[in-house]
């Protein structure tokens, strides 16, 4: 046990005792540097310095392209571009094939081969002015009959060219809903504010063209229908526009599309104005809502 002892610290000893190492002129065997270490201390070094080779070189592989160099390291980037690359090529072959068939019909109509398709597409949307839901109740036609009598000798109202500016229209009512803010002029007021239940279609009031189909930093996303006899119709407070400026309309054809924008603000509130030549007239006045 003793013997045990004393072999462990002779060995330890033998660990920390220091060697000298020196380098000295062969002519003057004068000594130029010298160093003293024990075997303990060289092998610390020895650790250490491989530790920071190793941290170095593996910070220049990760950091600079030499890691492209080496084997195997390729192999997973390699795998996704190539995947990549496939399913690019395939998309552009699909592509490839429908300008080929595109181009070949082109061809055969030119050349006489395939006859164009004479089917004309029909609006579905659209509702003629003979519908039944266009007709004039009771209630409404006493109410015109009753405006036509107090009205007649007004010649404020009467048109410039002496016929009736209502004269073979009958309006639609462009969304369904309810009235929530009146026309008034007075308050700069020159439309009606009519409330809707959820996503609703907006149609156009009476036939006519798409003067303007926008965005408007006052009236959101909104669009003007010129129709005969002078009359202009305004929508505005839309979520999407179906129609563009220049686009023919007819009545009850849908032209926009409004819906809760869920912000807490009047989504569901379509403003509609309705101008006769030059001057705001109470929608109410020409259409029941």
């Not at 949307?125 to 015109?144: C, G, H, N, W, Y």
């Amino acid at each position: 046990m003793v013997k045990n002892k004393k072999n462990k610290h002779d060995l330890w000893k033998r660990l920390r005792f220091k060697y000298r190492l020196s380098v000295m002129n062969e002519n003057t065997l004068e000594e130029v540097w010298t160093i003293k270490a024990s075997i303990f201390t060289g092998a610390v070094l020895l650790l250490v310095f491989a530790f920071l080779l190793i941290t170095v070189t593996s910070v220049i592989i990760i950091a600079t392209p030499i890691r492209y160099y080496l084997p195997g390291y390729m192999d997973a980037e390699i795998r996704e571009n190539a995947l990549r690359a496939a399913m690019r090529s395939d998309s552009l072959e699909k592509e490839i094939d429908y300008q080929e068939a595109y181009i070949r019909n082109m061809k055969d109509v030119f050349e006489g081969k395939r006859q164009i398709d004479s089917v004309k597409m029909i609006d579905t949307i659209s509702v003629s002015a003979d519908d039944p839901a266009l007709q004039k109740t009771k209630s409404e036609k006493r109410f015109v009959k009753q405006y036509e009598e107090e009205e007649k000798y007004n010649l404020s109202v009467l048109p410039l060219d002496g016929s009736n500016p209502m004269d073979g229209l009958v309006f639609f009512k462009p969304v369904k809903g309810i009235v929530a803010n009146k026309f008034d002029p007075l308050k700069k007021q020159f439309g009606i504010m009519v409330k809707t239940a959820g996503k609703e279609t907006v149609l156009a009031a009476l036939e006519g063209a798409v003067m303007f189909a926008g965005y408007d930093i006052n009236a959101g996303y909104s669009i003007q229908i010129q129709h005969k006899n002078g009359f202009i119709s305004v929508y505005s407070n839309v979520s999407m526009l179906l129609k563009q400026a220049g686009d023919k309309v007819r009545t009850g054809e849908a032209i926009a599309i409004i819906e809760d924008k869920g912000d807490g603000s009047q989504g569901q509130q379509l403003g509609f104005e309705l101008w006769y030549r030059g001057s705001a007239v109470n929608p109410e006045n020409y259409i029941s809502f």
